[in-house]
């Protein structure tokens, strides 16, 4: 399916991307917690409502 190449050069991409991003949150952190406080609450509400309508559906269906 893959070839061993493309495989390591996947799995050394996901590791960089992953150090970059977690490198970038971490050096913006406090503008998050300023300007970002209290949503949290949003993703929650987001979520539940995301699981109303898989449980809505799985009863009706």
């Avoid at 070839?3 to 991409?13: A, D, E, K, T, V």
């Avoid at 929650?44 to 995301?50: K, N």
């Amino acid at each position: 399916m893959f070839s061993n190449g493309q495989l390591i050069f996947g799995i050394l991409f996901a590791i960089a991307f992953i150090v970059v991003i977690f490198y970038a949150y971490r050096r913006d952190i406090k503008i998050h917690q300023k300007y970002y406080r209290g949503s949290v609450w949003i993703l929650i509400a987001f979520v539940s409502f995301i699981a109303m309508i898989a449980v809505i559906k799985s009863i009706f269906v």
